[in-house]
């Protein structure tokens, strides 16, 4: 493979708010959904209200501790803080304690989220396709997407293997004793995979930057060329993943005939209690001459949509998050829903979106299920055409 040509440029703690600030863990979400108190690995009862408790204080904490300087810090770059990184508009996502403890007690009363009953009938009712890992692996002319579950996604485009936001593991958390556990398997092994030669990393929760898995990744396939937003090459350098590339917003690389453009996300970071928006996060556009690809990794609603699709649009596909939305007045600055998604694909002048960061782990208060209507109910509302915001099974491949 070319080498890779391009412009411009923390350890870890078990706290489930990492996952994209829902303070509750598995254990929270078998109470909730099945009434049943789960054994930790001490083999003692935990209780709900001691560990949303226990999530809220190390919120609270991760205030408390003092800042690192930002050494990349460009003070022309309107997202740069001396400190880390900020949305487009200058805010960042930080939460009032009044705010997360509102959540907390919202989270605790509600009983939410609900095992699916309304599009799939349980858990097991999510259909998995086993995807042609031969014709993946063969394949290396025509564009393809597979949705591998949750964000995880393995693109074929400009006789690339792409791999982006990967998640293979069991939990989305920092250690496999705790955090959110994954309701529906993954499609397929590590194993299975076809040979990766690119794996496009959007920010640092642990739903979307999972250790086992990149490590597994970067082992199977040594000449993968990892690209991630600013910052996070650490991590990966710690890990002895030494073919990472960092960009900053609006830079690109190039492999082959392809160009990897790191773009805006309204979001933030944390990969511990020390690191909140030290690392910089982001959406993806992969282009070439045959195919324009764009991911937005977790965001909420912005105007950088627009601008993407002006600088860089129309896209034939974008695959846009379409779970962890509920309640709205906690998840909205963070998360967007069907129908901002569905704004968001029109915006970016797409012909198709896939949607994608739901139906895998519970994170939020919506039932897993509920996604599937509410975006076709959204894409109706909207006006779009059959199939022009699509939901796809888990391990399905679409072709193009
Ligand atoms: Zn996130």
């Known amino acids: 493979m070319q080498r890779v040509t391009g412009k411009g440029c923390h350890g870890q703690f078990p706290f489930p708010q990492m996952t994209d600030m829902a303070p509750s863990t598995d254990a929270d ?21 001691l560990i949303a408790t226990a999530a809220g204080v190390a919120l609270l904490a991760t205030a408390l501790v003092s800042r690192a300087e930002n050494p990349y810090y460009d003070p022309t770059r309107p997202h740069h803080r001396p400190d880390g990184f900020t949305n487009t508009d200058g805010k960042r ?21 609900k095992p699916p009953q309304t599009h799939v009938q349980g858990y097991n009712g999510f259909e998995v396709l086993k995807p042609d890992t031969a014709w993946l692996t063969d394949n290396r002319e ?33 250690v496999q004793w705790a955090g959110p556990k994954r309701k529906v398997p993954p499609p397929l092994t590590m194993e299975q995979l076809p040979p990766i030669d690119a794996v496009l990393i959007s920010h640092n929760h642990y739903d979307h930057m999972d250790a086992d898995t990149l490590l597994g990744i970067a082992q199977r396939f040594p000449s993968a060329q990892f690209i991630v937003p600013l910052g996070n090459e650490r991590w990966f350098q710690r890990q002895g993943i030494t073919q990472v590339k ?45 195919h324009r690809f764009f991911f937005a990794g977790d965001t909420g609603y912005s105007d950088d949509f627009k601008a993407i699709g002006e600088r860089l649009g129309p896209f034939d596909l974008t695959a846009l998050p379409v779970g962890a939305y509920a309640p709205r007045w906690f998840m909205q600055d963070q998360h ?41 109910h959204a894409a109706e509302k909207a006006g779009l055409a059959d199939n022009e915001f699509r939901m796809i099974r888990h391990g399905e491949t679409i072709r193009y």
């Open 336 to 376: 967007i829903g069907p129908e901002e998604a569905v704004r968001i694909h029109r915006e970016l002048k797409a012909r198709q979106s896939i949607g994608v960061h739901w139906g895998t782990f519970e994170l939020s208060l919506e039932s897993l299920d509920e996604p599937i209507g509410a975006v076709r």
């Open 142 to 174: 025509q564009v393809s997407f597979t949705w591998l579950g949750h964000a995880s996604i393995l693109l074929q485009s400009g006789g690339l293997n792409i791999l982006l936001d990967p998640i293979l593991s069991q939990r989305a958390s920092p």
């Open 246 to 290: 960092g960009l900053d917003w609006w830079e690109s690389v190039t492999i082959g005939t392809t160009s990897f453009h790191c773009l805006p996300a309204r979001h933030w970071s944390v990969r511990n209690f020390a690191d909140r928006n030290e690392n910089l996060w982001s959406g993806w556009a992969v282009v070439n001459d045959a």
């Open 93 to 113: 996502i930080d939460k009032s304690p009044a705010q997360l403890w509102r959540w907390i007690r919202e989270n605790l009363g509600s009983g939410l989220p």
């Open 29 to 49: 979400r078998s109470v909730n959904a099945d009434r049943k108190p789960i054994r930790n690995n001490h083999g003692t009862m935990k209780k709900k209200p």
